[in-house]
């Protein structure tokens, strides 16, 4: 996917509306909403003004047309000064936010990790979309494939700052025996640097525990990879062979070097190998990503496997551990490889990953989904999407299906956060969110859409939903360790007493270790 990297706190979108261009948005507008008249319906859910409507008998609403104005010198292009100094540097000059979505949630299993340990993780490393997206979320859910979209906000303590939540939730995970059978390829590190405690041996603990869940019908392969790769099984059905499976893993022992390129590919292969129609056919990289032999650049690995990425559909799930840890080089990976990662640090969280979340992902609800938020000019000043840097999708590609986006599980939530600038005294239409995915099946493109108004926005953060407030605190917190000087951010003291609040208020033990890390990121400053 091409993506528009924008370095943090560069982000801001300054606009003013113009009356010359009035005319031209409007035509936009009418060409958008007749090709949206042409696109197939998913499933929705709520009938509320501020979420989703499946069955919106005049179509979806239309984008906001994009808007010339705003410079990247802090003044608008006629001369006339914002007097802010957030519209310091501003991206190209619309109303329009686009992303593909994604449910990666390394950033912040990592970020706690460093902290536990009393040091500060690397601002590179933090990415707040993947905080967010770790709480849980109680949006509206589909009945069917596809996504529900909820849009709200609250207003923050910066005059004239709200922030403004983005939800897409799809349906409910079916019962276990439901879902279809799964062909696995589990692609581990035995290199040196897996020696570690918290590594290799988690690892194994891991796919020990997942081998005994997973049913009789789902295949397992096991490729390892050190100096070079091998396959140390290749797909086996786990019906009648779960002992097979178990003595492959606990022979697994670390070696040397890391080379992660040559991994990836013989995984790919062996994958392509015993692939299965009618199955959910995946890579599974198991790595502290931290390659130092043969090709360890992420595009390049990826273009070798490209074949059996596009034709056949296997996707790439990313599983980091290790106190030192190559994120970027794990995150890329997944990224590109139409995946996601997530973080495994102990026990807890390796069950999570491989019990809870990995049945989730055999399943897909959605391919190549993509989100685009468009603000009204009229109320908007200013906007910034908090986080995905790594995900952004030209705006004039979120109906082209050729540009990839996320592929997403049921029981998945994404939330995308915006900081949001309102004009003095604005009142009426704020924003219209909508996400567009194919169809796992038949790839038929999909869209659906919801809107929010600013007499919807709460008062405060404090009289939000719970919720909500998660999610708040979860991306101050992010801003904060990247020093990215989020509007609004109360800092770490006061995050700190809103998050153990929300912890008795929700018995949430997930916001309990946000508030725990929190203090001792004030213990590391």
């Known amino acids: 996917m091409e993506t528009d990297r924008t370095r943090p706190g560069q982000e801001y979108a300054h606009h003013r509306t113009r009356k010359p261009r009035r005319l031209r948005a409007t035509l936009l507008a009418l060409a958008a909403a007749g090709g949206l008249l042409l696109t197939a319906c998913g499933a929705g859910g709520g009938s509320d003004s501020n979420t989703s409507n499946a069955n919106n008998r005049t179509g979806f609403p239309a984008p906001a047309p994009a808007v010339t104005s705003g410079g990247d010198d802090g003044s608008e292009q006629d001369g006339e000064q914002t007097g802010t100094p957030d519209d310091k540097i501003a991206p190209p000059p619309d109303y329009l936010s686009t992303f593909a979505l994604d ?102 603990k891991s796919l020990d525990e997942m081998t005994d869940r997973l049913h009789d019908d789902d295949s397992v392969a096991l490729v390892t990879f050190s100096d070079e790769a091998e396959t140390v099984l290749p797909m086996t059905r786990l019906g009648g062979h779960r002992g097979q499976v178990h003595d492959a893993v606990d022979e697994l022992e670390t070696q040397s070097s890391t080379n992660l390129g040559a991994g990836v590919e013989t995984g790919y292969a062996t994958a392509t190998e015993g692939l299965r129609k009618g199955a959910t056919n995946r890579v599974v990289l198991i790595s502290d990503g931290l390659a130092n032999t043969g090709d360890t650049n992420a595009d390049s690995i990826l273009d070798r496997v490209a074949h059996e990425r596009r034709d056949h559909g296997i996707t790439l799930f990313g599983v980091g551990v290790g106190s030192d840890y190559g994120d970027a080089l794990m995150e890329k990976l997944a990224d590109k490889g139409d995946g996601h990662t997530a973080y495994v640090a102990n026990d807890a969280d390796a069950h999570k990953v491989f019990v809870d979340q990995l049945p989730q992902n055999i399943d897909l609800t959605a391919r190549d989904a993509k989100a685009q938020v468009a603000f009204d000019p009229e109320t908007v000043a200013q906007f910034r999407l908090i986080g995905y840097e790594d995900r952004k999708v030209a705006d004039d590609d979120f109906r082209n299906d050729k540009v990839d986006g996320g592929e997403i599980g049921p029981g998945h939530t994404v939330t995308a956060l915006y900081a949001v600038r309102t004009r003095p005294g604005a009142d009426g239409h704020l924003a219209t969110a909508s996400v567009r995915w194919l169809d796992p099946n038949t790839r038929a493109p999909h869209e659906e859409s919801g809107q929010l108004e600013t007499d919807a926005l709460h008062d405060s953060l404090n009289s939000a939903p719970a919720t909500f407030q998660v999610t708040a605190v979860a991306a101050y917190f992010a801003d904060t360790l990247r020093s990215t000087e989020l509007p609004g951010n109360p800092g770490l003291g006061e995050l700190a007493s809103r998050a153990h609040t929300l912890a008795k208020e929700t ?19």
């Not at 939730?169 to 062909?183: I, V």
């Not at 018995?507 to 400053?525: C, M, N, P, S, W």
């Open 507 to 525: 018995e949430d033990k997930d916001v309990r270790q946000l508030a725990e890390a929190i203090d001792e990121a004030r213990r590391t400053d």
């Open 103 to 204: 449910v990666d949630t390394a950033s912040y299993g990592y970020a706690r990790r460093a902290l536990a340990e009393g040091r500060r993780p690397d601002p590179s490393t933090i990415r707040p979309e993947e905080f967010v997206n770790r709480f849980h979320q109680d949006y509206d859910r589909p009945d069917g494939n596809g996504f529900t979209v909820t849009v709200d906000g609250a207003r923050t303590d910066k005059s004239d700052w709200s922030l403004v939540r983005v939800g897409l939730a799809t349906r409910t995970a079916d019962s276990a025996t439901e879902r279809p059978p799964a062909a696995l390829t589990f692609v581990i590190d035995v290199s040196g640097s897996m020696s570690e405690t918290g590594r290799l041996d988690l690892a194994k």
